[in-house]
């Protein structure tokens, strides 16, 4: 049974949690991903700049007695960079994710019903579960090939792939891929699948990639 105490496991989780344990059974295992885009802060802000130059012409002078444009430097720096801020806090949408394992399978993208995506255990290959890494540091997802290959992390220096649905599914973190891997075969033993619990069993330790590795 999921503790209280579980990292990762916020309100949206613990919603989640709650609609699905007559389906899926109990949380077993939160992992998370993070990546947050700081490349991104200085373009935004240049584009906020942009705005902000073009509010400025835009905006009618209500009087012949009042100053020209950028009349105000302050306000229009200010205003500026809040809106450049605003729009590098948009790439937050795509900075955190989460891979729920529970007694009965997986959840992801389970922020609205209609994104949501379930893997029960009898829909994943258990042989095709693997944890990679790289020598580098880099995203090994870019080296992983295949003719169908989603992503469902915001990226890291290490993942776990599975095959479900004719799919290779990839969630990339900078997290020790090893307790996913684990829960994800203590989850298939306790569920009765102690064959495929043997065969997820192959994911650790995880692959250092070198070059690129085709999944199909």
Not at 105 to 129: C, D, H, N
Not at 166 to 187: C, H, K, M, Q, Y
Not at 193 to 215: F, H, N, Y
Request: aromatic residues 10%; positive net charge.
């Amino acid at each position: 049974m999921a503790s209280a105490r579980m990292r990762g496991r916020n309100w949206l989780v613990r919603r989640t949690a709650h609609r699905l344990r007559p389906e899926l059974g109990e949380l077993r295992h939160v992992a998370q991903s993070r990546h947050i885009f700081w490349k991104a802060l200085l373009p935004c802000v240049a584009v906020g700049f942009v705005f902000g130059t073009i509010a400025e012409f835009v905006s009618p002078i209500r009087s012949t007695r009042e100053a020209g444009h950028f009349n105000d430097p302050a306000f229009f720096a200010l205003t500026s960079i809040l809106t450049g801020l605003v729009l590098w806090s948009m790439t937050f949408l795509g900075s955190f994710r989460k891979l729920l394992v529970f007694d009965g399978g997986m959840v992801a993208k389970y922020s609205q019903a209609s994104t949501r995506l379930v893997f029960t255990w009898s829909e994943i290959a258990p042989k095709t579960i693997k944890a990679v890494t790289t020598a580098d540091g880099t995203d090994p997802e870019r080296r992983l090939v295949a003719r169908r290959k989603i992503s469902l992390g915001a990226g890291g220096r290490n993942a776990v792939v599975f095959q479900s649905r004719g799919t290779f599914w990839v969630f990339a973190s900078n997290e020790d891929p090893a307790p996913l891997a684990t829960a994800i075969r203590e989850a298939m033993s306790a569920c009765g699948m102690p064959q495929a619990a043997r065969a997820a069993a192959g994911a650790l330790p995880a692959v250092v990639l070198t070059g690129p590795v085709a999944l199909d």
